[in-house]
């Protein structure tokens, strides 16, 4: 895994105000131009902005090996939550802090941001200030977010965007007012009502600590008074931190302009313990559930509908209740989903029914239909037509359509062609006890019940076993095969026995 360097620069054409330094060129002032700048010269409103997002906390309050933004709610980690919502928000150029822990981030999410490791925690301001290297020249405003925050929208951080500018104002605060403050930074304001600064908890009076009103740690900041103000910051608190919020104070002292945006609770609660976890899960799925009933989609009652962030869903599909929907789950339109139904990772098809069973890593044709209490393992294909019924195991099994593999039976690594019957308690015996083996049956076959097929094995099209048969050769097309003892009948063998 590569990580950008953090290197020194000086920058030129300081102004200082108040023991401030604020970087500019001789020509250009911050203010008027963003103020003159037009929807021509950026139609996606977002030109020139780019995001830092901060995921190197160790999270010891979730009390887990797995760092923090990486325990998953909707079926992502806490950190890609927050890069989509940069991506929904038009941003493009996205750099993620990690920390000793998370420096395998790359690793699961991918090649689409840029990783800076932060080695020793020393605060949010100096994980701000190692990420600017790795800022395009192009960059002019600074998106600052947090990877425990998965509930925030994109929409939200573009206003945030929108606001500063409209404000022209050096930095613009996330904030948001909560009934128990406790654990996060409080907004102070002027008697006019004017942010002046932002105070840890760890650092406020009692009086401090009444303020309802916290700091969510999202900022939108002009680079240039970042910049300016990641200069001034040094770790004069409790904790011996560089605290990206004292940035706020210095702004002001220079006599800059602030703002604040307001947010619900529901978008900015950020995640520290496993009770937040359940939180942040439950609002999720109501937005993803919410989203699909907007698409066209009958969810009965999604308080006990599980449904993945990414997973889609078609129009008039009817989803029953403890229905859960995992991974890159992807259904047709008018299916019927459970209920008690797990589908992980699967395609399915469009007029598809399936009640309470598990399908996992597998695709579905049209009007198929499973269950009731079938498992359907990883690499399975059934085609248009194919009925799967009670307590059924597929596992690496391709069934051409029409197919039925009704009840009690197990099929592995198998083929099935086309209209092919198989009977009650089948049994493909696919594992010597060393390699997997492979059956393969034909067209319009038709296997007995109580069938064992003991692969390597062929049924050839349109052949029969009789029920009950441990078939251990291939059957040619078109033949019976029989593989049993024959029938003895003992007449009166009871009443002899009692004697």
Not at 23 to 44: H, L
Not at 61 to 81: F, N, Y
Not at 116 to 122: F, I, K
Not at 160 to 177: D, F, G, N, Q, Y
């Amino acid at each position: 895994m590569s990580f950008w360097a953090v290197g020194g620069g000086r920058l030129s054409h300081p102004i200082r105000r108040s023991g401030l330094t604020l970087t500019r060129s001789r020509t250009w002032s911050w203010r008027t131009a963003f103020s003159q700048e037009t929807g021509e010269r950026r139609a996606d409103g977002v030109e020139g902005v780019c995001a830092v997002i901060l995921a190197a906390g160790k999270g010891k309050r979730m009390k887990s090996d797995v760092p923090k933004v990486l325990h998953k709610v909707a079926g992502a980690p806490l950190v890609s939550h927050v890069i989509d919502a940069a991506r929904e928000a038009g941003i493009r150029e996205i750099v993620v802090v990690v920390g000793e822990k998370t420096e395998n981030l790359q690793e699961i999410l991918g090649d689409g941001c840029r990783y800076v490791l932060q080695e020793r925690p020393l605060g949010t301001g100096d994980a701000v200030r190692r990420a600017l290297p790795a800022l395009t020249e192009g960059a002019r405003e600074v998106v600052i977010l947090c990877g425990d925050t998965p509930l925030l929208r994109g929409a939200t951080i573009r206003k945030l965007v929108e606001e500063r500018r409209a404000a022209s104002a050096a930095v613009a605060v996330l904030t948001s007012i909560v009934d128990d403050p406790s654990g996060y930074g409080r907004i102070l304001r002027d008697e006019k009502g004017m942010v002046v600064g932002i105070i840890e908890e760890s650092d406020a009076t009692p009086e401090q600590r009444l303020i309802r009103e916290i700091n969510t740690g999202t900022y939108v900041f002009l680079k240039e008074a970042l910049e300016a103000t990641l200069a001034r910051l040094r770790p004069e608190n409790q904790q011996g931190e560089y605290y990206l919020t004292d940035c706020i104070g210095f702004l002001k002292e220079a006599q800059e302009r602030i703002c604040a945006v307001s947010a619900p609770v529901e978008e900015t609660a950020g995640v520290n313990t496993r009770k937040d976890l359940v939180f942040a899960e439950k609002i999720l799925r109501e937005r993803q559930c919410q989203r699909l009933l907007d698409s066209g989609v009958t969810i009965i009652d999604p308080g006990n509908t599980y449904i993945d962030k990414g997973v889609e869903v078609g129009r008039d599909t009817v989803i029953y209740p403890f229905t859960i929907l995992e991974g890159k789950t992807k259904v047709g339109e008018g299916c019927v989903l459970g209920p008690g139904t797990r589908l992980i990772d699967c395609t399915i098809g469009n007029q598809v029914t399936i009640q309470y069973s598990v399908v996992v890593g597998s695709s579905l044709g049209d009007c198929c239909q499973v269950g009731p209490f079938s498992y359907i393992r990883p690499g399975t294909v059934l085609a248009e037509g194919v009925k799967v019924g009670d307590f059924v195991e597929l596992k690496k099994a391709v069934i051409g359509a029409g197919s039925k593999v009704p009840h009690l039976s197990y099929v592995g690594d198998a083929v099935v062609g086309e209209g092919v019957n198989i009977g009650a308690g089948t049994i493909t015996c696919n594992y010597d006890g060393v390699s997997k083996h492979e059956t393969r049956i034909g067209n319009r076959a038709f296997i007995g019940s109580n069938t064992n097929l003991v692969a390597p094995v062929t049924i050839g099209e349109g052949a029969v076993t009789g029920a009950g048969s441990t078939i251990t050769k291939d059957v040619p097309p078109g033949a019976l095969a029989v593989e049993r003892a024959r029938q003895v009948v003992v007449p009166n063998w009871r009443k002899k026995k009692e004697k």
